[in-house]
């Protein structure tokens, strides 16, 4: 079986598992689009040639398809490279002391606010030491390469920043990791304590016991430890590649799946301590707990924008931030057709019957059952 397929079989074999009325909304929607994918289940178009008749059916289009998601990141990559300007970026990633990652595991609410909070620090310090404002892009991550939930952030900034006091561009700020730390330890803090007292944090452990468990976290920055890891970056390729690996794909590359049974699926996992990959076994219900956590919730952006890369900000003085740079915009890469799309990145033409001659559309054919 092909190695495309086996989050699908994996899907399919535990399905009294996450077809649960308790299962979050988006685990289900995103599980039952991966099994419905490029099936009769969500329809199909007919077309045809002179001799030939074939279907193509309809592809799920969800973030947690592999085939889905690897069409969608070149895109997405194309566009990134177009959109953003030639310069020099340094990258960032926002850790957390793993006795915080069961707290945002349980309140997503407050998860998604993690990227707001890593982009304020970063610009807030900024502005108080250079009176800048640069690029941002963050990445929110919840999984290492165990899969175990582990909530933390790949964050893209520029070198340099636009000070708008003298109207020109800053090539390079140099950032005081200790000081970026400092500050993301206490918005993090500050907001889940700002979260308890309004009664929307849930835990199973008793106010006063969370409340020092926070106390603890903040107040000891190395145990538990607060760790910021700081890159100085040539070009944005290198960024972009790496979050594209993530932000509209599964947290698991397919030739990461060895083999799957009727109990159990084996597996490749990352052990980043000691920088090896292991193979490793895991029953088929426990492998799917492990995977439900990392499905981004509905309506929700896989990257978040902020600084001069906010929307508001873009469309005010993206064109300027271009003159003081004296670099030329570069337009948008047009958006390619389905059957485009497979010529350039897959060499493949979806309408060519087999003698190589042209189809037509011929019709729409729905059936099937619908994502929930």
């Given at each position: 079986?092909?190695?495309?397929?086996?989050?699908?079989?994996?899907?399919?074999?535990?399905?009294?598992?996450?077809?649960?009325?308790?299962?979050?909304?988006?685990?289900?929607?995103?599980?039952?689009?991966?099994?419905?994918?490029?099936?009769?289940?969500?329809?199909?178009?007919?077309?045809?040639?002179?001799?030939?008749?074939?279907?193509?059916?309809?592809?799920?289009?969800?973030?947690?398809?592999?085939?889905?998601?690897?069409?969608?990141?070149?895109?997405?990559?194309?566009?990134?490279?177009?959109?953003?300007?030639?310069?020099?970026?340094?990258?960032?990633?926002?850790?957390?002391?793993?006795?915080?990652?069961?707290?945002?595991?349980?309140?997503?609410?407050?998860?998604?606010?993690?990227?707001?909070?890593?982009?304020?620090?970063?610009?807030?310090?900024?502005?108080?030491?250079?009176?800048?404002?640069?690029?941002?892009?963050?990445?929110?991550?919840?999984?290492?390469?165990?899969?175990?939930?582990?909530?933390?952030?790949?964050?893209?900034?520029?070198?340099?920043?636009?000070?708008?006091?003298?109207?020109?561009?800053?090539?390079?700020?140099?950032?005081?990791?200790?000081?970026?730390?400092?500050?993301?330890?206490?918005?993090?803090?500050?907001?889940l304590q700002r979260a308890l007292k309004a009664g929307v944090l849930r835990s199973d452990?008793?106010?006063?016991?969370?409340?020092?468990?926070?106390?603890?976290?903040?107040?000891h920055a190395r145990r538990p430890r607060w760790i910021i890891f700081l890159q100085r970056?040539?070009?944005?390729?290198?960024?972009?590649?790496?979050?594209?690996?993530?932000?509209?794909?599964?947290?698991?590359?397919?030739?990461?799946?060895?083999?799957?049974?009727?109990?159990?699926?084996?597996?490749?996992?990352?052990?980043?301590?000691?920088?090896?990959?292991?193979?490793?076994?895991?029953?088929?219900?426990?492998?799917?707990?492990?995977?439900?956590?990392?499905?981004?919730?509905?309506?929700?952006?896989?990257?978040?924008?902020?600084?001069?890369?906010?929307?508001?900000?873009?469309?005010?003085?993206?064109?300027?931030?271009?003159?003081?740079?004296?670099?030329?915009?570069?337009?948008?890469?047009?958006?390619?057709?389905?059957?485009?799309?497979?010529?350039?990145?897959?060499?493949?033409?979806?309408?060519l019957d087999s003698r190589g001659h042209e189809m037509h559309w011929v019709r729409t054919?729905?059936?099937?059952?619908?994502?929930?």
């Amino acid at each position: 079986m092909p190695k495309v397929n086996l989050l699908r079989q994996i899907f399919e074999a535990t399905e009294n598992v996450w077809d649960r009325p308790g299962t979050r909304p988006a685990v289900r929607k995103n599980f039952r689009a991966v099994i419905d994918c490029g099936t009769p289940a969500l329809g199909w178009e007919v077309y045809a040639s002179g001799t030939e008749e074939k279907r193509c059916y309809h592809r799920c289009k969800s973030r947690f398809c592999p085939s889905c998601g690897y069409r969608a990141t070149l895109l997405w990559l194309e566009e990134q490279e177009a959109a953003l300007p030639d310069i020099p970026y340094a990258g960032i990633v926002f850790t957390m002391p793993r006795e915080l990652w069961s707290i945002f595991r349980r309140n997503r609410h407050l998860l998604h606010d993690l990227p707001a909070l890593g982009a304020g620090v970063i610009q807030q310090w900024i502005r108080i030491k250079y009176g800048a404002s640069v690029l941002v892009t963050v990445v929110p991550h919840t999984f290492g390469g165990d899969l175990k939930f582990n909530s933390h952030l790949h964050i893209l900034i520029s070198a340099g920043g636009f000070q708008e006091s003298s109207g020109r561009w800053i090539p390079y700020l140099r950032l005081e990791k200790d000081a970026l730390m400092r500050r993301w330890r206490y918005a993090v803090i500050n907001h889940l304590q700002r979260a308890l007292k309004a009664g929307v944090l849930r835990s199973d452990l008793k106010a006063e016991d969370l409340r020092n468990l926070l106390s603890i976290a903040y107040q000891h920055a190395r145990r538990p430890r607060w760790i910021i890891f700081l890159q100085r970056i040539a070009s944005k390729s290198h960024f972009l590649q790496y979050a594209a690996r993530y932000v509209r794909r599964p947290p698991i590359a397919s030739w990461r799946l060895l083999k799957v049974t009727e109990r159990e699926v084996e597996f490749v996992a990352k052990d980043t301590k000691a920088g090896l990959l292991v193979r490793t076994r895991c029953g088929l219900p426990e492998f799917v707990r492990l995977l439900a956590p990392h499905v981004p919730d509905l309506y929700r952006h896989g990257i978040r924008y902020f600084g001069l890369l906010a929307p508001r900000a873009k469309g005010n003085n993206w064109a300027g931030l271009f003159v003081a740079l004296d670099q030329q915009m570069k337009p948008r890469p047009l958006r390619l057709s389905w059957r485009d799309s497979l010529l350039r990145y897959f060499d493949f033409d979806p309408l060519l019957d087999s003698r190589g001659h042209e189809m037509h559309w011929v019709r729409t054919e729905r059936a099937g059952r619908q994502i929930l």
